[in-house]
């Protein structure tokens, strides 16, 4: 027979039980599989809507189910009193790991979910967000262990052989837990030239000379940092359709940080040169107006009339291809995780 118990980093899965009388240790477990199962395939329907769905109503019912069949098998599971023939060692590790794995969902998740709210408001937020989520699915295969430790424990003193999981369910899980790894690490990478650029958007749409440079010199650095993290980043099944997304992200985040930045600096100061000489000659009276301040005038009029068409233009473009990279980017990263977690 066997019974294993997995974590993944995203969700969790858990092998659990109930009991009665029971004549043999083998029957014991078997009780115990027979309940987990109840969580681990509602531990799945969660995973799925995630991966394939992005209704939160949907999304939080199949936590909250999850979370009741957790409570349905702590029940169950409480209600052996004396465990096996009063070996309650077993039991007890397990309703610890059932009351941990409730709390994380019910309590911890809520907190993540709210931090999500905010993540994408900042970088370090964002960053913040992933750490604290990563930090709970932790402490949750750290009680995992210790289960699969005192279910070996237990399979010992009677002699019974624990193989490892081979369960179609137990792949699928931690399948999924590779493809949503693999998709955060390039997120990140992401997340970082996209929020940074959105910045930058606003120091351009603010006229703010000092803001686009410091954030265009910034958008270049994070840029080319990414560029070095994809050369040494290892692609799920050797699939570069989100490698190459990302790529094209970093490409234009870096050209609109080398192009478009000083262009639109170099307008705003021809347009603020502009400004000034009509403020001068607005304040003069015509007569007194000389033909070098006319002359001077008239040229710098000429000047942001020819240069107003084309940085029009700069922009159209830098809008659409700012549009079409994080379009790709998205529609990329749902097709990645929709080909690989699978639905059911």
Same mark, same amino acid.
């Given at each position: 027979?066997?019974?294993?118990?997995?974590?993944?980093?995203?969700?969790?899965?858990?092998?659990?039980?109930?009991?009665?009388?029971?004549?043999?240790?083998?029957?014991?477990?078997?009780?115990?599989?027979?309940?987990?199962?109840?969580?681990?395939?509602?531990?799945?329907?969660?995973?799925?809507?995630?991966?394939?769905?992005?209704?939160?109503?949907?999304?939080?019912?199949?936590?909250?189910?999850?979370?009741?069949?957790?409570?349905?098998?702590?029940?169950?599971?409480?209600?052996?009193?004396?465990?096996?023939?009063?070996?309650?060692?077993?039991?007890?590790?397990?309703?610890?790991?059932?009351?941990?794995?409730? @709390?994380? $969902? &019910?309590? #911890?998740? !809520? =907190?993540?979910?709210?931090? /999500?709210?905010?993540?994408?408001?900042? *970088?370090?937020?964002?960053?913040?967000?992933?750490?604290?989520?990563?930090?709970?699915? @932790?402490? $949750? &295969?750290? #009680?995992? !262990? =210790?289960?699969?430790?005192? /279910?070996?424990?237990?399979?010992?003193? *009677?002699?019974?052989?624990?193989?490892?999981?081979?369960?179609?369910?137990?792949?699928?899980?931690?399948?999924?837990? #590779?493809?949503?790894?693999?998709?955060?690490?390039?997120?990140?990478?992401?997340?970082?030239?996209?929020?940074?650029?959105?910045?930058?958007?606003?120091?351009?749409?603010?006229?703010?000379?000092?803001?686009?440079?410091?954030?265009?010199?910034?958008?270049?650095?994070?840029?080319?940092?990414?560029?070095?993290?994809?050369?040494?980043?290892?692609?799920?099944?050797?699939?570069?359709?989100?490698?190459?997304?990302?790529?094209?992200?970093?490409?234009?985040?870096?050209?609109?940080?080398?192009?478009?930045?000083?262009?639109?600096?170099?307008?705003?100061?021809?347009?603020?040169?502009?400004?000034?000489?009509?403020?001068?000659?607005?304040?003069?009276?015509?007569?007194?107006?000389?033909?070098?301040?006319?002359?001077?005038?008239?040229?710098?009029?000429?000047?942001?009339?020819?240069?107003?068409?084309?940085?029009?233009?700069?922009?159209?473009?830098?809008?659409?291809?700012?549009?079409?990279?994080?379009?790709?980017?998205?529609?990329?990263?749902?097709?990645?995780?929709?080909?690989?977690?699978?639905?059911?």
């Amino acid at each position: 027979m066997k019974t294993f118990l997995t974590a993944f980093v995203f969700f969790l899965i858990a092998t659990l039980s109930n009991a009665q009388e029971f004549k043999t240790p083998v029957d014991y477990l078997n009780y115990i599989g027979k309940e987990t199962d109840i969580i681990s395939k509602s531990t799945w329907k969660y995973t799925t809507t995630v991966a394939h769905t992005k209704n939160a109503r949907r999304i939080d019912a199949n936590r909250k189910a999850l979370i009741k069949s957790i409570q349905n098998a702590t029940k169950k599971i409480e209600a052996l009193k004396d465990g096996y023939k009063g070996d309650v060692e077993y039991r007890d590790q397990l309703l610890a790991y059932l009351s941990i794995s409730e @709390k994380q $969902i &019910n309590q #911890e998740y !809520e =907190k993540i979910i709210d931090m /999500q709210e905010v993540a994408e408001q900042s *970088y370090d937020e964002m960053e913040a967000y992933i750490m604290t989520r990563d930090l709970v699915n @932790k402490k $949750i &295969n750290e #009680e995992i !262990e =210790k289960l699969n430790a005192n /279910q070996k424990i237990f399979a010992n003193k *009677y002699n019974i052989q624990i193989g490892e999981d081979t369960s179609e369910l137990g792949k699928k899980m931690k399948l999924s837990n #590779e493809v949503f790894e693999n998709q955060t690490q390039l997120y990140l990478i992401f997340f970082k030239v996209n929020y940074t650029e959105s910045v930058l958007s606003k120091a351009i749409e603010s006229n703010d000379i000092s803001a686009i440079q410091q954030n265009s010199n910034a958008l270049e650095q994070y840029s080319n940092e990414g560029m070095e993290k994809l050369k040494t980043f290892k692609p799920f099944k050797n699939d570069m359709s989100l490698v190459l997304a990302t790529k094209k992200v970093l490409e234009f985040t870096k050209k609109e940080a080398l192009e478009l930045a000083p262009t639109t600096i170099s307008f705003m100061m021809l347009n603020q040169k502009f400004q000034e000489s009509k403020k001068v000659i607005d304040n003069k009276s015509a007569s007194s107006r000389t033909k070098e301040e006319v002359d001077n005038f008239n040229k710098l009029v000429n000047e942001v009339n020819n240069e107003v068409g084309n940085y029009n233009k700069t922009i159209n473009k830098f809008n659409v291809d700012r549009s079409n990279a994080i379009n790709n980017w998205n529609v990329t990263s749902d097709n990645f995780i929709a080909k690989y977690v699978p639905i059911d």
